[in-house]
């Protein structure tokens, strides 16, 4: 995805995940969008059908100068349903990560203070249920959580 795509997107909706208190989370995974959102959301912000099936094609016999012009504004990819999910999900997964290794770390540093490894595990377990959630939220199985740009795999969190 550009950044010009990705600023569109995020316009529509942005992934949101801070800590609460000790071992919990404030998020919007709920309030993601559903799948006829995020269709009419491409058909009216990103114009897929017309500028994708347009992008190439010289309209009224314009110069190539302009024609280069244009096109340049134009998307330069197909930009479906699915892969803003993807987007969406690698976003919450990025935000989660971090929070997992922070966990990770404290339950290594302060091993022998039994408070704040029981907060870290705790949370770790909230982020492990978050990550659960936030794939079935989106609608996804072990086999849809291949990249097809990053070629990343996330079945070890489903």
Not at 107 to 130: C, D, E, F, G, H
Request: net charge positive; glycine share 4%; charged share 25%.
């Amino acid at each position: 995805m550009d950044t010009l795509i990705k600023e569109k997107v995020d316009s529509f909706f942005i992934p949101y995940v801070t800590p609460f208190l000790f071992t919990s989370f404030q998020h919007n995974i709920i309030s993601i969008k559903k799948d006829s959102e995020i269709q009419d959301f491409c058909n009216r912000e990103l114009g897929q059908s017309i500028l994708y099936i347009n992008k190439d094609r010289n309209i009224g016999d314009l110069p190539d100068d302009i024609m280069k012009i244009i096109r340049s504004y134009l998307f330069k990819e197909y930009i479906s349903c699915k892969c803003i999910k993807f987007y969406w999900y690698t976003e919450y997964m990025n935000i989660l990560s971090t929070y997992e290794t922070e966990d990770r770390f404290d339950i290594m540093w302060y091993s022998t203070n039994p408070k704040n490894t029981r907060w870290a595990r705790k949370r770790l377990l909230v982020t492990q249920a978050l990550k659960k959630t936030l794939g079935l939220r989106l609608g996804y199985k072990e086999s849809d959580l291949i990249s097809p740009y990053l070629g990343l795999k996330y079945s070890r969190v489903i």
